[in-house]
């Protein structure tokens, strides 16, 4: 199999102007927000695995009080 070229950033540029309006707004969205790539088409919900979920909250610490959460809830609406 050929090794595929690498475009230049002009290159690629060139290419999205000819696209239609909707399809350089979308090509957008996917650049800006990754996170749209892994949305179920039919059902628009992330696909995010089991264990993507629980990595989300791990970490070193315990995880927050129902007390904590809220305290930093009111903080950040006053």
Do not use: F
Request: without cysteine; hydrophobic residues 35%.
């Amino acid at each position: 199999m050929a090794e595929q070229q690498a475009l230049d950033e002009e290159t690629i540029l060139r290419i999205v102007q000819r696209w239609p309006r909707r399809q350089q707004v979308h090509l957008a969205h996917r650049i800006l927000d990754p996170g749209l790539a892994t949305l179920d088409p039919q059902t628009g919900r992330p696909l995010v695995t089991s264990t993507e979920l629980r990595g989300i909250g791990a970490g070193a610490a315990p995880a927050p009080t129902d007390e904590d959460v809220e305290r930093w809830r009111l903080e950040k609406h006053s």
